[in-house]
């Protein structure tokens, strides 16, 4: 027997509360596990969240799937910012300054292993992880092609700067500009170079 239209809309309003809920406690999970560490109580994730614990589990059944949400969640803002860089650029020089840039603003929503996170183990984390490899990759490339980035750059050498300019350090104030000029310096030297300076 087909559902009837309340019981359908019935559906469609649980399946809507159960995405409002999963998105609440990722987002919430993002501040208290960046204020609190990896450890912190699930209950504690819950309560800041507004949500039961049993409504947490149904979501995330144990700690290691809440940590591994929070990557893949990470994980795919950085992949499309990457294809939101590389779109409005004109270069590929100009396409890595928009990468860095995007990652310092947009820092306080990524928890990755290079910045302390738990490690990439679900299938959805490596292939989000491979596509952003692949995506500097082909960044990497265009640079290389139109004459704005220097030969022998690779996509970690991106990714750990991308990390530290994204990664406060204590004591320092107005981190976004700070990080700004060393991502500017560093932008200068991914150009090309006719001194015979090597990289390693």
Known sequence: ???????????????????????????????????DGLQVPLATVAAEAGVGIGTLYRHFPNRAALLDGLVVQSLRLVVDELREAAAQAVTGIDAVRGYLFRMIDRRDELLLPLRGGPAVISDEATGLRDELRQTIEAMLARGGADGTIRTGVRALDLILMATMVAQPLPGITDWDRHARRAAGIYLAGLAPHDDGLALL
């Open 1 to 35: 027997m087909p559902e009837d239209g309340g019981q359908r809309s019935r559906l469609r309003a649980e399946r809507s509360d159960g995405i409002q809920n999963r998105q609440r406690i990722l987002a919430t999970a993002m501040v208290v596990v960046t204020r």
